[in-house]
């Protein structure tokens, strides 16, 4: 019945999602100012995480592509850099190459960081994969990639990149905002919970791309209310969950070539653009919505990720499970080998 309504509810949302938000603002128009800001895009060489980044480019703050092809991130610094002249402003952007599949990449790409002490005022975790219809696939530290790629990795990246993120927040004079976005789905609510013996799928049968990639999902709503519990409340920062609607991007691109053209042509209709799909994780990253902020406060905030159309809705029971959170925050931790009793408020004070 769990999985019915799971199927009846995205159905619904993505076959009236633009009715729905037919009078949500454009890009341009959602959340708040960002000049001065250093911002990390993850995944920003197509789809919403270009988008995303173009917007936050817009806006002044100082953007890192943060991608895994140096060729990719480069033809798309020149495209955004260019743009902006065009425009009349100077825009400054890097690009830094990180492969959220590899802890030793996330691991190098975090120490950079640390090392430099930068800035930091939002972490935008976009970067995913959903390999549809494709057969299981293992990262190199031995996940099953939707895992890794989706929630592991970021988990990783956000953790090394506290300190910086709650430094930024102590000196942040002008009031403006520090946040991590993870981009989540509304497909977690297809996940029948959390196989917690067989987190990989490693069992004979119980592996298909969709199961791995809505299980991704909810590691990822698990994680943002679980970090929004441990985070102190005077800490400065807010973590938020999206879903950024249905989205026509490259997200397809695994199925083979003709049922990339069906699903396009067929789901262009009902689809979002990949600029209305980060209309989501830009109001995250910086509006001003006390519900953002308020931790602990309501639970209706800590109990929330934010849907298509920026507001909070909650998301399925089992990403509302207190036992379920505390259970992968061990496990990820142990994972990506940080120590078990990984104590935030300690790692924040460091
Ligand atoms: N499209 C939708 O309808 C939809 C709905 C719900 C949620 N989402 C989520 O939205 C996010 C963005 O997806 P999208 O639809 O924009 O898909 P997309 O067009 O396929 O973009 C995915 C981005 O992630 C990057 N990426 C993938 N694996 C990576 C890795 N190991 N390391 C670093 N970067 C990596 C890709 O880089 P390359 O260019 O190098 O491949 C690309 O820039 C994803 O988390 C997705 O799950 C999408």
Redesign the pocket.
Known sequence: MDLLGGIIDVAFDVFFQKLHLRNLPALKDIGGPVDGCTCIV????????RETAAVLVRRNAHVVLA???AE?GEKLRKELYDEGVKEGRKPTLEVQL????SLESVRSFAKSWQQQERPLHMLIN?????SMGAERSMTEDGFEAHMG??HLGPFLLTMLLLPNLRQTARKSNHGRPVRIVN?S?K?HELAPGFDTADPHFGKQGAYSSLAAYNRSKLAQILFTAELRRRLPGDCGMAAAAV?????M???V?SLPGLMQSAYRFFMRPFCLT?AQ?ARSSIYCATSRDPILTERGQSMEADNCYFGAGCRCQSPSKHALDPVLGEWLWSWSADMVKLPAKYDIKAHLRS
Do not use: Q, Y
């Open positions: 993850t995944g920003p060489t197509s789809g919403i995480g991608c895994r092809s990719r990180l492969d959220v599949a976009n970067a995913g994969i959903f790629t989706n981009v789905s497909m879903h950024p609607g249905e989205v991007t490259d997200v691109r990949p799909g």
